[in-house]
């Protein structure tokens, strides 16, 4: 379902408006408008893609659901954000008393960063600083990277695409992403220190 | 630290086995260098999952999302239809198969087995890849136990004497439909469900995708797992424990439905040993009754059609007994009370 092109030049408060006096459509936009930033942060959190797209429609249909506590005055998406930390934060705590009793230990781990930035600055931080440093990257290490991310390829097709090993292609993604997270942290002192 | 390096790769790329899995859930767990390690290179890897999430999976969430939001006419009325269709805003399903009859409460054995029992079970599971080993494992916790029985069983609710599926097993698999996997403690391990297989204690059960699981005790007690969509997913945990504080041991079922909708049918338990069942907001102490269970990431409501639940909301503890056709709700700036419900659970 895309949103019609009428509701794309609408500012928040006037979508909000229009959802609430029951134009379920003007929804559509709102997602369209603010899935991009919202996965980047919930990403943060997750090693798997399922996982961050099933928290991001959980999270939309929260927020839709909870329309009406929404005050128009203020931007959506902090707002939003903070309804899919809520989430996150909800789960945190579950897995807090049934880690040890399930399988869940990893997924503990990567969520316990909640405990030191509860309101995921952290999160936009980085991915804003992934973002220029990806730019930074060799063509041929950037092709790698978006045909492994962006297409989804398995090791055995991009080894097939590459004509190169599944073992070699493993140590080269191994290295870009040792690569690209000394680069983000490059980034953010700079930041800091600006 | 090269061994790590090599776990994480492969976790990374989806190509570590089973035993690999479970060695770096190990490592990750006892060694806070491996620990930050891990963190450090699963959220780059997240970071570019989301920086390069392609256009179908824009469109997808878009689609997904919209088909789910509640009707806009029905959002503004009451709280139970918005409740109604956060625990299943998907097409329905066929209607479930017949409900096991719930039996006579002297009929009922506890289904109790000492804590010792887990270790041997945990063991069993982390070695277990094929058939072979699923024989030898049975035939170990088969006379782990007997003995434990023999030496503590008197001090326990008394199984009855030859009813050993409930002291060697919690409950069966007993029918399924979909995509079923069993989970294993400690590890992401799934192993594909069998019906008619055990369930041991700290295993659970998880459906990808739209079906239904159901699982059995030996005292007929049923729960019905449903996933009308995404997933479902609850863990059979802990049939007895240790009580810290005394010399018995603690009783009961035990049950943590983490997402879908649960359609129980519990036999009469004893007293002294009420099903316990928990979501994440939730608790519910069932002595013996028919109601059903539905959890989400933000909510939990209940639903019974027969007898009483005692629900508990973890937050602030407050607790309300929802009986015959009443449903209550758990839920951030929901009042904790019951509503006039349904007399049948509604088919999904």
Known sequence: ?194 | MERFDALLAGHLEGTLTAAGQWELVELVRNDPAARRRFVALVEMDGLLWGHFAPQRVRAELLRRTVSCLPDAQRQAQTVEHVMARIAGCTPALPPAAARVETVDAARSPAAAAPAGLHAGVRGAWRIMGDSRVWVAAAAVLFFMAAALYHNFGRSLIEPHKGDLAALVGVATLERQAGQVAILTEYMDLKLPARTGQPLAGRNGVEITGSGRVAVAYADKTTLELVSTDRRARLWLCHPAGYHPAGKTYSFGKRVTLELGILDATVSKQADAAPMTLTTAQASLQVLGTRFRLAASDGCTRLDVYEGRVKLTRLADQQSVVVGAQQFAIVRAGVELKTFPGPAQPPAL
């Open chain 1, 1 to 194: 379902m895309d949103a019609p092109e009428s509701f794309a030049n609408l500012p928040d408060a006037e979508l909000a408006a229009r959802i609430r006096g029951g134009e379920q459509a003007a929804y559509a936009e709102f997602i369209r408008r603010y899935q991009d930033r919202l996965r980047a942060a919930l990403s943060f959190y997750y090693s798997s893609q399922a996982e961050v797209e099933e928290h991001l429609q959980e999270a939309f249909v929260q927020a839709y659901v909870q329309l009406a506590s929404y005050d128009a005055a203020a931007p959506f998406y902090p707002w939003l954000k903070g309804i899919a930390l809520n989430g996150l934060k909800m789960e945190l705590r579950r897995l807090q008393t049934t880690r040890r009793c399930s399988a869940d230990y990893l997924r503990y781990v990567r969520l316990a960063k909640l405990e030191k930035d509860p309101e995921g600055a952290e999160a936009e931080e980085r991915a804003a600083a992934l973002h220029r440093c990806l730019e930074k990257l060799p063509q041929e290490e950037a092709a790698l990277i978006q045909a492994k991310y962006a297409e989804c390829l398995t090791l055995q097709e991009l080894s097939e695409r590459t004509q190169t090993t599944a073992g070699a292609l493993k140590v080269r993604l191994w290295r870009l992403r040792h690569a690209l997270r000394t680069c983000i942290l490059r980034q953010l002192a700079q930041t800091e220190r600006a």
